[in-house]
């Protein structure tokens, strides 16, 4: 439920699981088939320096250094995505955390959380997949 379907696609910093993307997502407006080296070319332009790339109308792209902090960040920025899709449906303006409380959420959650909590969030949906079909492992 990302938010890349609205004509403006960027996740607002309303809420705590926002906060850890602080201008950490790029946006690439140009939907195009990701089937040509070009087009994998463009979308890493796209990237740049962010971790996160949403590809309006078609998903995300992320890109980080373990399955596990990929997993948790996609995770977190579906959650992200849906409350603020879901503020956003009440017709009321969205409370915009101030910028310093940003910076200091943004830089302990890549400091300290994400290479801890990752590990530990990725594990235990494993754990939680293979009780429920332990044919998954095979």
Sequence with gaps: ?????????RLLMVHQNSLRFYRNVAYDVDYSLPDSVQEGGRLAACLADKQLLVMCNHGLLVAMPTIAQ??????????????????????????VVADDVCESVYKDSQERLLPTYADMHFSAWKRVLMKRYPDLAE
């Design 1 to 9: 439920m990302h938010s890349g379907m609205l004509k403006d696609a």
């Design 70 to 95: 990929a997993f948790d960040h996609l995770y977190y920025y579906e959650k992200a995505s849906q409350f603020q899709v879901l503020a956003m449906s009440c017709s009321r303006e969205l409370k």
